[in-house]
Each structure stands twice: as C-alpha cells, then as structure tokens.
C-alpha cells in the first residue's frame, strides 16, 4: 500500500483506514494549525526524527485511558496522601513542552523539534493545547501536554524532575478531565508504564466512536 504524499498548504489526509500496517499514513504536508487539527480530530498525529520529512501517522490499534479508569496502584495511593500533591493548567506551555524534549534527547532521543515546539505552542495560542504541571510538597515535580479538542484530549510527552512526578500529573489531569465529562486521554501507543495507569488497547473502529461522542455538542 503506497504512503500518500501531502502538499503544503492544501490541508487534506487520505482516508485514515488506508495507513500502512505499522500506522504510517502520509509524508509531506506543514504543521499549520488547521492541518493539526484535521489530523487530530481524525486520530493522526505527526512523528519523525529532526532530519526527516513529516511523517503522520494512524494505527489501526489504538491505546487510551478512559480518566474514570485511571489506576492509581497501592504505592501511589499512600505516596500521594504522604505529601501534598497539585497540578497546575498551563503554567508555562512552552517550557513544558520543552521539558519534554530535553529530557527525551538525553535519554532516548526525541521527535520534539524545534519545528514540533513552534507548531505546538500555536496550537497552544489558539486554545487547542493545553501543558499539566505536577507539584509535590510545593515543588515543581513533572508534567505533560497535549491536544484539547472537545472532550477529548490526546497526550503528546510527559516529564519527571521528581520520583512519581508524571504519574501525579497524569493521575490528577484524568480526575480533572473526569469531572469534565471527557471520554478519553488518547496515548497512541502501547508501553508498559501506561497499561500500569489502566490504559487499553482499541480497535481504530472503537476510537471513531470515541471521537465522535467527544466532539458532540
């Protein structure tokens, strides 16, 4: 099955059931914020190393965390009443983000890059990305972001600079979305740390679904 090839400036995809086995969709194409969107609210998202042309992506099996299923272990559960856990909303987008990118680079290598930080804080500009900063016992511990659009939110990167930092952010991010009615945090893929959170995996045909009932009115 041939890759689609996209043109900047005309924001269109193929139809997201014609990606490859391994997800891969499209080539080519901007990060604009119309293109963002469409992409999004048809479960696509853009993944490439610094040195490669844009490639977006959609499997065909999907992992999400419904924010009423967040699983919160015994350990967690006596750690977070031991100190005094909080998050902030968009303390600081940019750094957050750029949070993410560091401590990726250092430790695994990235696709947070420069283009990603400039396309996703416009993004932010327009109110469809929104950062999660964690804090334990009043100290900046760790954090996320992501793409907001109806109710559902779809997670791009986390941080820690503390033991259980992303964990409390991604714990108390899923009860405040809870509270909001949202029907899901999309992770994309499957790892072993987000089954740990209750995460599960879906079929493409199930995600749709989800979309749907998130962007209704």
Request: hydrophobic content about 40%; charged content about 25%.
């Amino acid at each position: 099955m041939a890759v689609f090839s996209l043109e900047p400036g005309i924001i269109c995809f193929p139809d997201p059931t014609l990606a490859e086995e391994d997800g891969l969709l499209a080539v080519g194409g901007d990060l604009s914020v119309d293109r963002l969107l469409l992409a999004y609210s048809h479960g696509i998202f853009p993944w490439y190393e610094g040195d490669e042309p844009y490639l977006w992506w959609c499997p065909k099996e999907r992992y999400i965390i419904r924010p009423s299923n967040i699983h919160v272990s015994h350990s967690m559960k006596k750690f977070m009443k031991k100190h005094l856990c909080n998050i902030k909303v968009n303390r600081d987008f940019a750094d957050t983000m750029h949070r993410c990118r560091t401590k990726r680079e250092f430790n695994e290598g990235t696709w947070i890059t420069d283009d990603m930080e400039k396309a996703y804080l416009e993004l932010h500009k327009n109110n469809y990305a929104i950062s999660v900063e964690a804090y334990i016992d009043g100290a900046l511990a760790g954090g996320l972001y992501g793409v907001c659009i109806g109710r559902c939110f779809f997670g791009e990167s986390m941080f820690s600079d503390m033991p259980n930092g992303s964990k409390v952010a991604l714990i108390l991010l899923a009860r405040f979305l809870e509270e909001n009615e949202f029907v899901m945090i999309d992770c994309q893929f499957h790892t072993d740390h987000l089954e740990s959170m209750g995460g599960e995996q879906i079929t493409y045909s199930e995600y749709t679904e989800l979309l749907k009932k998130g962007f209704a009115v």
